[in-house]
């Protein structure tokens, strides 16, 4: 796509996270390489070719690597909490704790510097997005759309729904790390 | 010493840029940058400066500034008055610039965004690596505003006199095939290529966006976000392409068909709303 650039075609979030950390680690010739949902970006590609060559190596069926585990403490307070305890068919507090049971891992950013997509929520706990995006979005909000659940990291609008709220510091510039969550990071979300 | 510039008047949006950030789509962090990268490598050349120095990019506005100290001053990109101490100057060469005198760029007569090189460039603490600031989630430095006070860094290489100007290229930008061409109708790369389309005011430095006979989508349902390059002509449900520009998201959930080549895009920061815009395969 375009020259210098080549977006590789995955079979789901995992296997573009597991591309996406190995092609890290193995410094491939990538000035930029971005997972997303079943995609993996290479950008600013000074060799085609060479790409090819080298990506020709990885193997899917690779355990991929494990990242550090984080854990957010979590306010379960959101505006849209008895919204999703009905669409999961429990209380609120079975949403706090099955919430607050599940690994998740960074599958991918994007949205907004250190918006991360987290992965582990099960297909039947999968929630619509909000038919109207709200305007805005606190930061720190916790959120779930899809099987996606997500914290973000500065005031924006969205659409997801909202369980919670998290005085963690997601996204600081001055870091040298500047996102607390960089694809393949695990989550664990424990109630504050 | 080296001098401060202070911003005594700014109209319009004024930024610092530099070339950008790179190696951090993957947080999220689009790349900014100037939108015209070729004025402000030529406006660093004219003062001297090594091509990646931070410049100021004008937007449609008029900007003065205040040099504490003597400095080489060049104006560059979009075609605007430029003065010293109330007296007119060149447009497209360095400017010497006495110590507490006043530098003015007025409105572009042609174009869109005129940049301003320092001789030493405008050193700002950069973030995350670089000088550039991003407008989508605004990363690095802040919008320059009046009273904002900008660092110069110690003059280095002797001023260029003048520098060749930029061959002019009209025709239309050129396009490689985007990522999602079979999401749309079989000659809808054609009809890209064939169609005059005009710029729209909602253009800026995360998008060029166009209006025309919307592009025909022949798959339905939303694409899993993916990553987006410089340059993707997205397609957004309403069939109206937009060109992503330096503060483009790095993912997007709309199919691209087209990607305009990287030495073309310079031309995007200088088109206004109502300019006529067509595309040509590469």
């Not at chain 1, 909490?81 to 607050?100: F, K, N, P, S």
């Not at chain 2, 790349?31 to 490598?41: F, I, Q």
């Not at chain 2, 080489?72 to 100057?89: D, F, I, Q, Y």
Request: hydrophobic share 45%; charged share 20%; proline share 9%.
């Amino acid at each position: 796509m375009g020259r210098g650039a080549v977006l590789v075609e995955v079979g789901s979030a995992d296997e573009a996270l597991s591309l996406a950390l190995w092609a890290r680690e193995a410094r491939v010739p990538a000035g930029e390489i971005v997972p997303a949902a079943g995609t993996v970006l290479f950008d600013d590609v000074s060799d085609v070719d060479e790409l090819g060559t080298r990506l020709s190596d990885w193997d899917p069926a690779a355990e991929p690597a494990t990242g550090e585990l984080v854990e957010i403490p979590v306010g379960y307070d959101g505006e849209d909490l008895a919204d999703v305890a009905e669409h999961w068919g429990t209380d609120a507090d079975g949403v706090i704790e099955r919430h607050a049971d599940i690994e998740f891992v960074v599958a991918f950013c994007g949205f907004s510097p250190g918006f991360a997509y987290l992965a582990g929520l099960p297909s039947e706990l999968a929630v619509p997005r909000l038919d109207t995006p709200r305007t805005k979005v606190p930061a720190g909000a916790v959120g779930l759309a899809g099987t996606w659940c997500a914290t973000y990291p500065t005031a924006s609008p969205g659409g997801w729904r909202l369980i919670g709220r998290t005085d963690a510091r997601l996204w600081n510039a001055g870091r040298e790390q500047p996102a607390l969550l960089p694809p393949g990071t695990r989550v664990r979300f424990r109630p504050a | 010493m080296t001098a401060t510039l202070v911003v005594e008047e700014a109209g319009g949006l004024v930024t610092v840029q530099d070339r950008g950030r790179v190696g951090l789509a993957h947080l999220g962090v689009p790349r900014a940058g100037a939108l015209d990268g070729p004025a402000a490598e030529l406006a660093n050349r004219l003062v001297g400066n090594d091509e990646t120095a931070a410049v100021l990019e004008v937007t449609m506005g008029d900007l003065a500034v205040r040099a504490t100290e003597a400095v080489w001053l060049a104006v560059t990109g979009a075609r605007c008055p430029v003065s010293v101490e109330g007296r007119a100057c060149a447009h497209g060469e360095a400017v010497w610039v006495p110590r507490d005198g006043t530098a003015r760029i007025g409105p572009p007569e042609s174009g869109v965004r005129a940049y301003l090189g320092v001789s030493g460039g405008i050193a700002v603490e950069p973030v995350l690596g670089s000088r550039a600031t991003d407008t989508l989630a605004w990363v690095g430095p802040p919008r320059v505003v009046v009273g904002t006070e900008l660092p110069v860094g110690a003059a280095g290489g002797a001023p260029a006199a003048h520098d060749a100007p930029r061959p002019p290229r009209p025709g239309p930008l050129r396009v490689d095939p985007g990522p999602r061409v079979d999401w749309f109708a079989g000659d809808a790369l054609e009809q890209l290529c064939a169609t005059a389309y005009t710029v729209t005011p909602a253009s800026n430095r995360i998008g060029l966006r166009l209006d025309g006979p919307p592009l025909e989508r022949v798959r339905d349902g939303e694409l899993a976000s993916e990553g987006m390059v410089l340059g993707a002509v997205q397609v957004p449900p309403d069939g109206t392409p937009v060109v992503f520009l330096a503060d483009h998201p790095t993912t997007g959930g709309y199919p691209v068909l087209a990607v305009v080549r990287a030495d073309d895009l310079w031309r995007c920061a200088q088109l206004r709303p109502g300019d006529e815009v067509r595309f040509a395969r590469g």
